[in-house]
């Protein structure tokens, strides 16, 4: 499976963009990258997904180097509700299931 | 639109006991997945399963686990003689599809704690 790297924290202020890091020199063409974060006492949550091409949703852009061999989460705007881990996954598309791998991810701290 | 859900939010059991933990999938989804989550840890993959039949179980631990999702009603995993080691996270996510693009819907979990 190819892997993902994530630095262990970071820090933003309120209001601020924030610009998360994700490093898969070993992705494959049929990779697609996923972004969930994880609340304080809750479940993942599902943030954005991309392929080749820049994503933009309501939640956050993804932004992906032309080699696909780093991606980058953007938070326009951070706030408060936006402190938690942050996991970037690769899910390969090549045919049939696949299980999902869950890293350590990035714990964001938003500092009012 | 309800989510995944997930009961109990918190379960509390004696060395020895067993935890059957349930969870209801999003509307339509019928692959249900569940996930172990130590303190300070990130998700590890427990099983997938998808109505009535196991697909992959390459995270359960070989004894006292087991999961099912029944053709009615939540899926369940069940824990039998727990023991200390157990307590943790679990949660329950769901799909409609398992193709890479298709989203996992998780629950808010289960926090089992083994006294």
């Known amino acids: 499976d190819a892997k993902t790297t994530q630095p262990n924290s970071m820090e933003s202020n309120e209001e601020e963009p924030v610009h998360l890091p994700c490093n898969h020199s070993?992705?494959?063409?049929?990779?697609?990258i996923h972004w969930y974060r994880q609340l304080p006492s809750q479940g993942p949550e599902y943030v954005i997904h991309?392929?080749?091409s820049n994503v933009n949703n309501r939640m956050a852009s993804l932004a992906i180097a032309e080699d696909r061999k780093s991606s980058t989460l953007i938070l326009h705007r951070a706030t408060l509700r936006d402190a938690a881990v942050y996991y970037c996954?690769?899910?390969?598309?090549?045919?049939?299931?696949?299980?999902?791998?869950f890293g350590i991810g990035t714990k964001l701290q938003v500092i009012p | 639109n309800a989510g995944v859900m997930q009961n109990p939010r918190h379960l509390v059991r004696r060395r020895g006991q067993e935890a059957r933990l349930r969870c209801s999938p999003m509307k339509g989804h019928s692959h249900v997945y569940w996930y172990r989550q130590l303190p300070e840890e990130g998700l590890k993959f427990m099983v997938y399963l998808q109505k009535e039949n196991i697909i992959d179980e390459s995270g359960m631990p070989k004894e006292r686990f087991s999961a099912e999702f029944p053709k009615e009603g939540p899926s369940i995993l069940r824990i039998q003689q727990v023991v200390r080691g157990d307590s943790a996270a679990y949660f329950c996510?769901?799909?409609?599809?398992?193709?890479?693009?298709?989203?996992?819907?998780f629950g808010d979990g289960t926090r089992l704690s083994i006294l």
């Open positions: 996954i690769l899910r390969d598309d090549s045919g049939g299931y696949q299980k999902v791998t």
């Open positions: 070993t992705i494959s063409g049929t990779d697609y």
């Open positions: 996510a769901s799909s409609s599809q398992t193709e890479a693009e298709q989203p996992q819907h």
């Open positions: 991309g392929l080749t």
